[in-house]
């Protein structure tokens, strides 16, 4: 088979899995009281793949001369269109959370063969996913200030979620020196001594503050067997720090500073 030929089959078959999306996210609702409803991304996605599909059948009639056919690829494009379109009919039986968990999956460790203890640390929800299974979430106090108002989802829920924030008082370092000079602290240092702990309280859970291993220990230890919603703000150096990725030997302007 030409690439021609392989294209338009490609291109009617993305078609068909785009009208399959259609139909399923017509059954739900477009919009809803506070805004977009569950039907109102699917049906936007499927009105995308039908549009690309058209793009793909038109440009393989219009191609002058056939090309190889990368078999191989076409395969692997395959399966991930089949295991969308598993995914998205999931959705109503099982959920967003553990059907979109499941693609995630499958991808990691079939498409990408990666080992499957790597595959599962792709699932984005593991409370959602392994419900009624403690989790522990390590995290930086960097990291915390994009998803810290997550632990009210934790309290509403009641999950037996424990969230670790490990504060250094800021992004790399708490010992950051403003380059622009001037009375201001440097713009990746955070509040000394912030008391992420205190966060959570507002919501009902448990907030823990830990200045060693030990208690760092026993907290974790206390919130597994409580099965509680908890934070704990874990204190550590704040020269301990590095750049995101563990890259400072490659950057001569921090390797400079150490």
Request: with cysteine; glycine share 12%; proline share 6%.
């Amino acid at each position: 088979m030409k690439a021609r030929n392989a294209d338009l089959w490609s291109g009617l078959a993305l078609a068909v899995l785009g009208a399959y999306i259609i139909v399923q996210a017509s059954g739900w609702d477009y919009t809803g009281p506070d805004g977009p409803g569950a039907g109102f991304f699917p049906l936007w996605y499927g009105i995308a793949m039908l549009v690309l599909s058209a793009v793909l059948v038109a440009s393989s009639l219009l191609r002058a001369e056939p090309e190889a056919v990368d078999w191989r690829g076409a395969g692997r494009a395959a399966a991930v269109s089949a295991a969308l379109a598993v995914a998205v009919a999931l959705f109503k039986l099982v959920g967003f959370a553990i059907g979109f968990a499941a693609l995630a999956f499958f991808i990691v460790l079939v498409m990408y063969r990666r080992p499957w203890p790597l595959a599962a640390g792709a699932l984005p929800d593991g409370a959602g996913v392994a419900p009624g299974d403690p989790v522990v979430a390590i995290e930086g106090d960097s990291a915390f200030g994009f998803s810290g108002m997550e632990v009210e989802t934790i309290c509403r829920y009641n999950l037996p979620v424990c969230v670790v924030v490990f504060n250094n008082n800021g992004v790399y370092r708490g010992t950051d020196v403003n380059p622009a000079g001037g009375p201001d602290v440097a713009p990746t240092v955070f509040v000394k001594d912030a008391r992420y702990d205190k966060l959570i309280e507002a919501f009902g859970g448990v907030g823990m503050h830990a200045t060693n291993p030990a208690e760092l220990r026993k907290g974790m230890e206390e919130a597994i067997r409580s099965r509680k919603p908890t934070l704990i703000n874990a204190v550590i150096d704040e020269t301990a720090g590095t750049e995101s990725g563990r890259i400072t030997s490659l950057n001569p302007q921090s390797a400079k500073k150490k």
